[in-house]
Each structure stands twice: as C-alpha cells, then as structure tokens.
C-alpha cells in the first residue's frame, strides 16, 4: 500500500461516489462520469489505467458488481430487481457480467444468504426466494437470532464495501510489480484493436473490392461492442502489403490487438481466415478458418467479430448481438455490389476527387445493388454518401445533388432507423446543404448514440459545433474520432481549424505536422492554413516561405510565383494579401469565400462582403464557417456580415464579441 497516495484515494473515492449516485441510471456512462466529475474523459481514462490498469467502463462496471453483491446478500431481492436497480438494464447482461466477474451466478449469493445447500437450492426457483421468515418463525430464538443475524450481516456489507476499496488501490501496488498472465493482461488493458486490411487470395484481382468490403464488415461488426476501441478501415489502409512488424504497426496506430485475414473465392463458395493477435508481445490467440457458401458470409462475418469479442474478455449485450447477428440482405449478388461501391467510395474519403472515376462508379455499384434489391438499407445509405460526396466536390449540382443523397439517406432510415451511417449523411446534407442546424444536430447524436464508436459520426459532429461556436464541445469531438482513427489526414485539417479559431497556433501547426507525418504532402489547403497561422503570428519570413510552396505547387497560379518577393519588399504582408486577391478574383475556379477572407484581412469591408454574397449565391459549402472564423474579425461588426449570419440561419448562434485574438499555448 505504499504506492497508494491519498491523492490517487480521493480520486477513486470520488468516481465511486459519483457512479453510486447514479447507480439506477442504466445510460451512466463515461461521458456522464466525466461530466459530473468535472474532469476531461481522457484525463480519467489514462489515470485509471495508470492506477487500477483498467478502462473507465470497465471501473463503472465493477463499481456496479460490488453494490449488486451487497445487494444479494442483505436484502429481500431478486436477482431481476438488483440488475435494474444497478443500472444493467437487464437481467440476462447482469448474469453474464456477475458470472464473469465472480465466477458464480447471482442466484447462488440469494441461496447462500438463505442458508440452502447446493442440492436443496437446486429445487427452488431463484423468483420465489424470500428472505422474510415465516410467520411461525418470528418468535423465541429465531427473533433472537434473526436480529442478531441481521445486525452481523449489516456490518460484513460494511466490511465488503471496504475491502472492495482496498482491491482497488492494491491493484496500483500489484499491478506494477507482479508479471500478469496473458488472460490478466487482456482483462486489464485496454481493448483497442486494428483490422488490418485482408489479403485476395483469388486470382482475380476484381475480387479485391470484395474482400476490402467482407474486412470492413467485420470492422462495422466490431464498432457495434462499447468495450471495444476500433481503429477505422482508413488509417490501416497504409498498412497494406507493409513491411512493417505487427508490434511497429500496433505502435503507430496505438492498439494492443491485430488482427489480420485472407478471402478466397472459388466457384460459389468463400474461404476466410482471421489471426488476433496480441500485438504485445505478438502471441497469436485466435486461429480461425471457414469454408462456406457465399450465402453464409453474414454468419462467418458475425462469428469472427463475437469470438474476436470473447478472446479480448468483453461482455456483449442483448442488443449488440442481434445487431452483429443481422443480416443486411438476402440477396448475394445485392452483397457484392454493395461491397465494391462501399470500398471504391472509401477510397476518396478526405480527398478531392472532383469527377473521379472510382466515386463515380461506387455511385452505380449501390445503385445497382439497390436495383437487385430495393429494400437493402445498407446500400441506399452508401448511395447517399457517394451524392454527398460527388455535391460536395459539385461534380453533382448542390441544390439536385444534395435533395438526391437526402432522399435516400431516409430512405435507409425507414428501412432501418438504427443505422448510424445513414444518421451521419443526413447530418452533413443538414449542415452543409440545407444549414439546418439543430436537425443536423439530432442526427449526429443519433448516430453516435447507435455507434460511439464510428470515427465520421464523431468528426462530422465536430463540423457542425465548430460552426455554431461551440469550441470545447467541438474540440472533444474531433479528439474521440482522432481516437478511432489516428491517422486519417482530414481530421487532422479539421483539429487543426480548431486549434487556428481558438487562437492555439502552435497546436495548429503541431496537427499539420502530424498529418504530414502520416501522408506526406504537399497538401495545398493546410499550405495555405499554415500560411495564415504564420501571418497571425506576425512571422513574415515563415509565411512567404510557405506562399512560395504552395504556388510552386499549385498549377493554376505557379505563374505568379516570381512576383512574391518583389511585392513583400515593397508593400510588406498588405501587399502580399492585396496581390494574391486581385489574382484569385482572375481565377475561374477560385472560391469567392476565399477572396473574401482576403479582402477582410486587409480591412476592405466593401469588397470582402461583396464576395460573401457571391459565395451565398452559390451556396458555397464552407460559407457556415463564417460564424467562428478569425480571418473575418474586422468585418464581424458590419451589417452585412450580419445580414449574411442571418440568411444563414446562423443569427441565434452569433457572438459579436468573441475574441479571436492568438493565445498562448
């Protein structure tokens, strides 16, 4: 107990305390503990795992087990009123978990308190157990001795209560000086795990699509366990065909599991093979092979993700396991193309495509999965994504475009309102097409609700609060989805953004950096945000040098590379801005918000409003950003930078005095 500081007590005492309070709510989470703590979510994680080497769900559980057997023992209940009275929501889920944990059901607590042996207890149905003696008991000695009884159980409660927090803080002492067994160590870390992108072992490379979608099933199977941290088919793409050790990849992508795969076809039938394997200390603990029909692959898909879930010693839920048990659709042929849409549409995600073919074609692939099926949810909701993302890049024009991806986003919704992809889409058409934005709010927090741990739910969701104002709120977002996606460029553009509103330009620059770390650029749009996070840190020399760049590397104004040095040594950054407006007004394809965040660096109201209203006619897709954007703090106090907030839908969210100044990091 040495180890043990009253620090780290005072800490533990207090979620206790809290998890307590809320013992009956079933939906009292992480997030719940964090926000009645007043601490961050990652702050309690990392030192629970520092202290206990456990996860903060797993702490909520076992805070909840503790009560639940005090329960048992000193009260006239059945184990069906203790599950919901400790926030289990179920019976069977709290069999299951009390069962795990104690290594006895909880049925065996009541009929120990009641004095039974086995073979009597066996004759009795655990509904009918009843502490209360009988009336011809409440007499002579039996009173005696049940007063007694009951005053000596009162204190063994006590006495487990404080035991139960002295296995807490020993935990701290014996966790750092004892070796832990592998089924330890899978208990008590924290079940983070990568599905590493599956091998064709086909000899038709058209297979491949397939295969990309039978892995990314599995990981959509894997985001439906809440115990679970699973990282995104995008940020382990990097690692296909990789020279890279499984510890290295593990490292990179901040997991402790892999698990790796191979698809065969043959004629019509499928061949699967998984390996888990603990990237610790890369002991393999999971071989698993199936030959099937292809009919059979929803079986062999939800097999795989429920035994990956047992081998890392989760507890599934009721309803986490009809969701990996569903299947998406009878129809096979409906299965492959919406398995070859999905990985084609994937591919582009963060990119800018404009009109590539691969888009393009996932966009036929659902549509022609959807005309094989017409009630196949899945496939109508990554029709919607591939609209989206086609409008967006106005491939597809905004107005037919984004009413198009609406259209069928509900329609998977009224073939299942469960599916959280199909929850996000809606959201982003709500906040970049129609700037709806309390409806895009409800749709994002449905999705996260049905998916916590879907990384585009929980980045995309950052978008909208960015927009509204709401910068802590947005800044916790991006965090969860960088968290299930660790190396996926475009949050790091967006965590980025954020840190540039707030003022936090070294944070911002430190996220550029990570981003290049992980795909190295040049990417033009973070040359130009670290072109203007230099000139608010009045570093003239850094800023032209990055200008410079990016105009060496953007063809469409290469040509006025030479032009940089003479105009800075002449008007300074003024004439820089000045410059690069009147060239990009020239410019057929630039965007007007861009000239007018230009013109409104410069302090030319007139002319940076001029452009807003040129990119509010067209509905530019990043005007909204207005709202929370530093680069228009000089025009933010004008009235028709107001009217345009107001067209906007955005009055209700303004804040006119909002200090954009930089902050020391």
Known sequence: ???????????????????????????????????????????????????????????????????????????????????????????????????????????????????????????????????????????????????????????????????????????????????????????????????LPFKNLSNDPDNQGIVDGIMEDIVSHLYIVRELRVISRTSVEQFRNSTNTIPEIAKKLGVNFILEGSVLQYGGKIRVMVQLIDARNEQCILTEQYDRDFEDIFIIQSTIAKLVAKELQTVLT??????????????????????MGRSLCNKKIGERPFNDPDLLKSRECFEKSISIDPDYPLAYAGLADALYTLTWWRTLPRTEGYELAKKNALRALELDKNLSEAHTVLGRIYTFGEWKWEKARDEFLQAIELNPNYPFAHANYSELLDILGEDDAARKEINLALNFDPTMVYFYRLSAAYYFNQGKLNESLKELDKM???????????????????????????ALGILKELMANDSSIIKYLPMVDPVYQKSGMNGIYSKMAEVLSHETNASPLSIAQLYARLGKKEESIAWLRKALEERNGRLPNLNNDPRCVNIRQEPGFREIIGQLGLSPYFNPAKDFSPVAD
């Not at 986490?320 to 048990?325: L, T």
């Open 1 to 195: 107990m040495s180890g043990v500081t009253s620090s780290d007590q005072a800490f533990i005492n207090r979620l206790t305390g809290i998890i307590l309070a809320n013992l009956e709510n079933e939906h009292f989470g992480v997030d719940e503990l964090a926000k009645s703590s007043g601490m961050p979510r990652s702050h309690i994680h990392q030192r629970l795992l520092t202290l206990l080497a456990k996860p903060t769900i797993q702490f909520i559980r076992e805070v909840r087990l503790a009560r639940a057997l005090e329960l048992l023992q000193q009260e006239n209940i059945t184990a069906s009123e203790v599950a919901y009275r400790t926030g289990f929501g179920s019976p069977a889920y709290f069999n299951t978990c009390f069962h795990e944990f104690y290594g006895y059901p909880p049925g065996k607590v009541l009929r120990h308190s009641l004095g039974e042996t086995e073979s009597e207890s066996n004759s009795h149905n655990e509904q009918l157990l009843d502490l209360t003696p009988e009336p011809s008991m409440k007499s002579g000695k039996h009173t005696v001795w049940n007063i007694s009884g009951r005053i000596l159980f009162i204190y063994s409660c006590i006495g487990l209560l404080i035991i139960f927090g002295l296995v807490l803080l020993l935990n701290i002492a014996v966790f750092k000086n004892k070796n832990t067994a592998p089924s330890d160590l899978i208990k008590n870390e924290e079940k983070s795990i990568a599905v």
């Open 516 to 542: 290049v770390e992980f795909f190295p650029g040049p990417w033009i749009y973070d040359l130009w945000q670290r072109f203007y996070i230099y000139d608010r840190l009045n570093d003239d020399s850094h």
């Open 318 to 339: 009721l309803k986490e396991i009809e969701k990996i048990e569903k299947k998406p659709t009878q129809n096979k042929e409906a299965y492959k193309y919406y398995l």
